[in-house]
Nanobody
């Protein structure tokens, strides 16, 4: 069974930083594109960052220049460094493998972790 364990969230003030970590089991990380998702209250879960097996990264416009995704294949982990946090970044953050379906990126596995809460106060 695929499992993801997210950690590193917390309560911070606007402008501060957090580093999230995702530990994966049951998958071979180095052959998967991995991503970080977030879900804010009343909104749909959205992909905010992804990294391919070759190291290519991409970000949604709202986090470009502030967030950095990285991976450690030996440890089966994916991190998300979040700088200059804003109140609109408040959400529960999840990780998953991602795959392309047509022209859209979708989560690869139906099993989600508990996520880690990020709350940014103004």
């Amino acid at each position: 069974q695929v499992q993801f364990v997210e950690s590193g969230g917390g309560l911070v003030q606007a402008g501060e930083s957090l580093r999230l970590s995702c530990a994966a089991s049951g998958i071979t990380l180095n052959i998967n594109t991995m991503g970080w998702y977030r879900q804010a209250p009343g909104k749909q879960r959205e992909l905010v960052a992804r990294i391919t097996s070759s190291g290519y990264t991409a970000y949604t416009d709202s986090v470009k220049g502030r967030f950095t995704i990285s991976r450690d294949n030996a440890k089966n982990t994916v991190d998300l460094q979040m700088n200059s946090l804003k109140p609109e970044d408040t959400a529960v953050y999840y990780c998953n493998a991602v795959t392309v379906s047509g022209t859209y990126w979708r989560p690869k596995y139906e099993s989600w972790g508990q996520g880690t809460q990020v709350t940014v106060s103004s």
